[in-house]
């Protein structure tokens, strides 16, 4: 249990006496516990740790690598695990380099941005996205990530209400619109500003960034070919 900490040791070494321990799973690295007590497991134990489980579910075992787990452990993030995870997405969906290429210069709609949402939700729970970014991860509580997570599901239901001309151009969406989605969706009128805010905020976010950053951001991802 990655959330035990200082006790692993101790927990570990009373499962040793009992029984012979070949290998170690360290579980529940998927909120803002770093699992460090796990290396703690290992020297009491002396068995090597085989997977680390960042999810509920049986898919979300990942075979254990030391370099990246010690990579997160110190906040450092993991560059390489997020870009198998967006590896895997394109396989799964047909997430194009097109795609990247509006977000990269601004140029994309709701339901644009309805796609990248449902993107986001199939990469996994965003603490654990949010590791594998440096600098980023553990210096976000996990109750502001719940919310995140919320919120995203809400902006995904408001989605769902709004015809295909709304998510194509959101400009036309005006306040009897506002009200007739929100009924729909069962949500506030406040709330479906807010999807249209942070629509707007992430739209002027990327056409105000430095073209030169955005052509180093997408060669680090492998999109090279952008033109940007």
């Known amino acids: 249990d990655g959330t035990i900490g200082q006790q692993a040791y101790s927990q570990a070494l009373a499962f040793k006496e009992a029984t012979p321990i070949g290998s170690i799973i360290v579980t529940k690295l998927d909120g803002s516990a770093k699992g460090g007590g796990a290396l703690s497991a290992v020297v009491?134990?002396?068995?090597?740790i085989k997977f680390i489980g960042v999810g509920e579910k049986i898919d979300d075992l990942e075979p254990f690598d030391p370099k990246r787990f010690v990579s997160r452990l110190l906040g450092l993030g993991d560059i390489q695990g997020l870009l198998e995870k967006f590896e895997e997405l394109s396989k799964e969906t047909e997430f194009k380099e097109e795609d990247v290429e509006k977000f990269l210069?601004?140029?994309?709609?709701?339901?644009?941005?309805?796609?990248?949402?449902?993107a986001m939700r199939k990469m996994?729970?965003?603490q654990q996205i949010l590791k594998m970014i440096p600098g980023m991860g553990y210096s976000i509580p996990?109750?502001?990530?719940?919310?995140s997570e919320e919120r995203l599901k809400k902006f995904k239901v408001i989605m769902d209400s709004m015809t295909e001309e709304?998510?194509?151009n959101p400009e036309i969406i005006n306040y009897s619109r506002i009200k007739r989605i929100a009924r729909g969706s069962g949500t506030r009128p406040k709330d479906v500003r807010e999807l249209l805010n942070q629509y707007k905020q992430m739209k002027k976010f990327f056409k105000g960034m430095d073209k030169r950053k955005l052509a180093k951001m997408a060669k680090k991802f492998n999109f090279g070919g952008l033109g940007i």
Request: glycine fraction near 10%; charge should be negative; avoid cysteine.
């Open 44 to 48: 009491a134990t002396g068995a090597p």
């Open 166 to 168: 709304e998510l194509e």
């Open 142 to 147: 996990d109750e502001v990530v719940k919310v």
């Open 124 to 126: 996994g729970p965003l």
């Open 105 to 118: 210069r601004g140029k994309f709609n709701l339901k644009d941005m309805y796609a990248q949402l449902e």
